[in-house]
Each structure stands twice: as structure tokens, then as C-alpha cells.
């Protein structure tokens, strides 16, 4: 079955930066569009940044500039590259398939918790 494990997310101070990471098994990885998306408390989830099987990238307008996506296959990894971290970024972040019809496909796994405070 799809497992998708997000990890590296923590406490940073406004300004920091973190990498996150999602490992993928039990998909043909190399075959799929892979997306980060966030959920802060209160709100819905919202999309944060797609990458391609070829590794074209996309990002929502409020992370431009702040975050990189990138994938590694033969890891079976996603990545999340976030600098210049705000507190507005806190949120649980998860990695999952996306089509493109810009729709999330799969089960949602635990996610990731990143928050950014002083």
C-alpha cells in the first residue's frame, strides 16, 4: 500500500529555516506529481508547492521566493526547503500525490509539525 512519511519539521525562530522531508514507498515514484501542503490550526489546508516526475516546480504566491520543492527519485524523497521562515507558516505539513487538475490524491498521513515562533 501508498505510505507517504513526513518528518523534519520543529520549533524555529522567525527568519530560520528547515528541510523537510517525505518518503515515499509502495508507489511507482517516479510516475507521479508530488505536492507539500499545510494545515494551521482553525484552517483549511491549503496547497503549498507541486513538483513534477521531470522536476518542474510550483508554488503557492505566499511561499514564492521562501521555499524550494525538490525531489530526489532513487531516495524516493520529497523535500521542503523553507528559509526565511514567518509565524503565519506554522502549520502541519504534509507531502501527497497531486493531479493535474491540481487535485491531492491518496490518503493523508500524519503530516509534520513546523512552528515558527520567538
Known amino acids: 500500500q501508498v505510505q507517504l512519511v513526513e518528518s523534519g519539521g520543529g520549533l524555529v525562530q522567525p527568519g530560520g529555516s528547515l528541510r523537510l522531508s517525505c518518503v515515499a514507498s509502495?508507489?511507482?515514484?517516479?510516475?507521479?506529481?508530488m505536492a507539500w501542503y499545510r494545515q494551521a490550526p482553525g484552517k483549511q489546508r491549503e496547497w503549498v508547492a507541486t513538483?513534477?516526475?521531470?522536476?518542474?516546480?510550483n508554488y503557492a504566491d505566499s511561499v514564492k521566493g521562501r521555499f524550494t520543492i525538490s525531489r530526489d527519485n532513487a531516495k524516493n524523497t520529497v523535500y521542503l526547503q523553507m528559509n526565511s521562515l514567518k509565524p503565519e507558516d506554522t502549520a502541519v505539513y504534509f507531502c501527497i500525490r497531486r493531479t493535474t487538475a491540481g487535485f491531492p490524491f491518496g490518503s493523508w498521513g500524519q503530516g509534520t509539525q513546523v512552528t515558527v515562533s520567538s
Open positions: 509502495g508507489i511507482t515514484f517516479t510516475s507521479y506529481r
Open positions: 513538483v513534477t516526475s521531470g522536476g518542474t516546480t
